[in-house]
């Protein structure tokens, strides 16, 4: 019997049958419910966002940027800066005998391009000598607690210090010292100075001979003008002469931060300036209640808290979170600098800082915020919503003086939408 011929058409038969089209198969799938399908959802109403303006009340920087002038804002009032910092020898130049002094100059060297105000306006500030100590403390409660130091209260005007209108292609002002007072100071430095010794043994000497400057506007006041705030650094400088030479002593401030004491000075005789921010609010602020709006301001100035209603209820059926945007909208911004992202920071109820996120700003009138992230922690504890703080601030808030109004609860724009399977 000849079989090669039969296997080889069964063989030709399946393989023909096998690469046929097929129908997908759905008896059944009516009688299935519906839990047994994913379904991706969006939701944009079910938490109810409101706003409150307060002020703020602690420094979210280790950099110092000395800000110091005087701006006025339509929405936002009046803000002056200024800073209290000690002085320190930026270099030993040898034996001074025989070196006279024939000057001593004060000088505001600008530390970035950032101003905030009215750039064709001039200004005058205040330089005076601090009589009290800054201390370790005076650092801590006001990058904690926004607490003003004590050490600005006593203090003996130098000079006043008078600032053309800003230009950026200008990078630093200076001022002849007086005399009588330039001379007392250098003795000053005399008696602490000696070739013999450390830089550090100097500076320890000094800062008792000289507690530090406080640099402000012009008489320690608001002067109702909108003039810059902007950075600048402050130098003393002693132009020297003798034996047919020149020399010149800088003093200057010290970029170490109060909380990171270098392990070679345990006694802490390097602090940081600190910038100090005063601000006169317009009667159109509402302070601590909700609001249509809500005010966003650096220079240590509002931040927005934000009630997140119906979040807990989230938690009442089985899902999975894919997406979480909260969106705020713009109303309205200072004029005078480029684009800032704001920082939405959340703490739990002991004041720790558990979530932190910078807006992505898909367009001009918008701030959008990635919250994934804490929803889903959140979702996974029993925490009730309102134990949380929701805190819209100016990041780096005592380095920029960006300024912000954001669109209240009639906005449809405010909103937390979101993205869901379950």
């Known amino acids: 019997m000849r079989l090669k011929p039969i296997v080889i058409g069964l063989v030709c038969s399946l393989l023909f049958l096998s690469s046929c089209d097929k129908e997908e198969q759905t008896v059944g799938i009516e009688m299935l419910p519906d839990s047994d399908f994913l379904i991706t959802c969006i939701d944009s109403v079910s938490t109810k966002i409101t706003y409150t303006t307060v002020q703020d009340d602690s420094v979210r920087s280790s950099l110092i940027t000395y ?10 009032g009046r803000t002056r800066a200024g800073y209290a910092t000690r002085m320190y020898l930026q270099g030993m130049i040898g034996d001074l005998l025989g070196y006279k002094l024939d000057s001593a100059v004060f000088r505001l060297s600008k530390s970035a391009k950032y101003y905030y105000g009215d750039t064709t306006v001039a200004q005058s500030f205040s330089i005076y000598e601090l009589k009290n100590d800054i201390t370790v403390e005076d650092c801590k409660n006001y990058n904690q607690k926004g607490t003003v130091p004590t050490c600005i209260s006593a203090k003996e005007e130098i000079m006043t210090f008078n600032v053309p209108a800003y230009k950026d292609t ?17 003795e000053r430095v005399l008696s602490c100075y000696n070739v013999n010794e450390t830089l550090q043994h100097a500076d320890s000497l000094f800062i008792k001979k000289f507690k530090g400057l406080y640099v402000t506007t012009k008489g320690d006041q608001f002067n109702n003008v909108n003039a810059v705030v902007t950075h600048c650094i402050p130098e003393i400088k002693f132009y020297l002469s003798g034996n047919d030479t020149t020399a010149v002593l800088t003093y200057a401030p010290s970029p170490q931060a109060y909380d990171d004491p270098l392990s070679s000075d345990p006694s802490q005789i390097y602090l940081q300036a600190v910038n100090i921010f005063e601000h006169d609010y317009p009667s159109g602020i509402s302070f601590g209640t909700v609001d249509s709006k809500a005010y966003v301001q650096g220079m240590m100035g509002l931040k927005a808290k934000l009630l997140l209603d119906g979040l807990d209820n989230w938690r009442d059926s089985v899902m999975v979170i894919n997406i979480a945007k909260l969106t705020l909208p713009l109303e309205k911004r200072d004029s005078w600098s480029g684009y800032l992202p704001l920082n939405l920071r959340i703490y739990d109820s002991q004041r720790n800082l558990i979530f932190s996120t910078m807006s992505a700003t898909t367009d001009s009138t918008n701030f959008e915020f990635n919250m994934h992230g804490f929803l889903v922690n959140f979702l996974n504890s029993s925490k009730k919503s309102d134990t949380y703080s929701y805190e819209i601030t100016v990041p780096e808030n005592n380095t920029y003086g960006n300024a912000f109004v954001l669109e209240g609860t009639e906005s449809d724009k405010l909103k937390l939408v979101i993205t869901y399977t379950k």
């Open 170 to 186: 200008v990078s630093s002002y200076t001022q002849k010292m007086n005399v009588s007072y330039a001379t007392d100071l250098y």
């Open 67 to 76: 800000m110091v002038g005087e701006n006025n804002d339509e929405a936002f």
